[in-house]
C-alpha cells in the first residue's frame, strides 16, 4: 500500500468531492462513517483507518503547524536552518 491521499485509493469512475474534509466522515454519534468509506476505498483502507480515533469536536479546529520548530511556526529562517542541517550545508 503506498502513502498519500486517500484520493488516491478512490476508483476513477467514483463520484467524490476532492475537497471532502474528515470531519464530514465522522457520523452524529462520533464513530467514522465506515459504510461511506467503504463505497469509495478497498477494505485495506478502511481498516487503517478503524485502527484511527476519529477527530472530537471538543478539540477544536485543525490548524497547520510546522513540526520542525518548538512553536509550530513557519517562517524562511526555519526551513533555512532545517535544510542546511539535513543538507549538511556549512558557512552559509
Given at each position: ?12 469512475q ?45 478539540v ?27 543538507l ?5
Amino acid at each position: 500500500m503506498r502513502n498519500g491521499f486517500l484520493l488516491l485509493y478512490v476508483p476513477n469512475q467514483v463520484n467524490i468531492d476532492p475537497h471532502s474534509k474528515v470531519n464530514e466522515m465522522v457520523m452524529d454519534n462520533g464513530d467514522w462513517n465506515l459504510d461511506l468509506f467503504r463505497l469509495w476505498l478497498p477494505e485495506e483502507v478502511v481498516s487503517l483507518i478503524i485502527s484511527i480515533p476519529p477527530p472530537l469536536d471538543s478539540v477544536g479546529l485543525d490548524i497547520l503547524s510546522w513540526s520542525r520548530t518548538t512553536n509550530g511556526v513557519f517562517s524562511v529562517k526555519s526551513v533555512y536552518f532545517f535544510l542546511k542541517r539535513i543538507l549538511g550545508i556549512r558557512g552559509i
